[in-house]
Nanobody, 126 residues
Framework: VQLQASGGGLVQAGDSLRLSCAAS????????????MAWFRQSPGKEREFVAA????????HYADSVKGRFAISRDNAKNTVFLQMNSLKPDDTAVYYC????????????????WGQGTQVTVSS
């Protein structure tokens, strides 16, 4: 399974962007109910940090405090795709955004994510 992220770009503060992450195939029927797809981001000199996650089967979502109320994660199970709608973007949101997948609990922890997309650059100017 491969993940392909897209949708990044250069925007101004207050603008919106929608990221997409398409999986080459969907989760197998044997995947646990904890199968989760998530977005992380990494800025130069900083560690990769959690942004948002969506449980593939449970439908639950999780967000970092820094993006709550501004970002929304959603998924299209039929297309094996997860989206990240980013509104009211701030310069601090500038980073390379990565999508990832795991098949275990604790969706907000980076440990356990074994599939990673190639990253897409989001730059927010002030």
């Amino acid at each position: 399974v491969q993940l392909q992220a897209s949708g990044g770009g250069l925007v101004q503060a207050g603008d919106s962007l929608r990221l997409s992450c398409a999986a080459s195939e969907g989760p197998a029927s044997t995947y646990t109910p904890e199968y989760t797809m998530a977005w992380f981001r990494q800025s130069p000199g900083k560690e990769r940090e959690f942004v948002a996650a969506a449980s593939w089967r449970r439908g639950s979502t999780h967000y970092a405090d820094s993006v709550k109320g501004r970002f929304a994660i959603s998924r299209d199970n039929a297309k094996n795709t997860v989206f990240l709608q980013m509104n009211s973007l701030k310069p601090d949101d500038t980073a390379v955004y990565y999508c990832a997948a795991k098949d275990s609990q604790s969706p907000m922890l980076i440990q356990g994510y074994y599939l990673w997309g190639q990253g897409t650059q989001v730059t927010v100017s002030s």
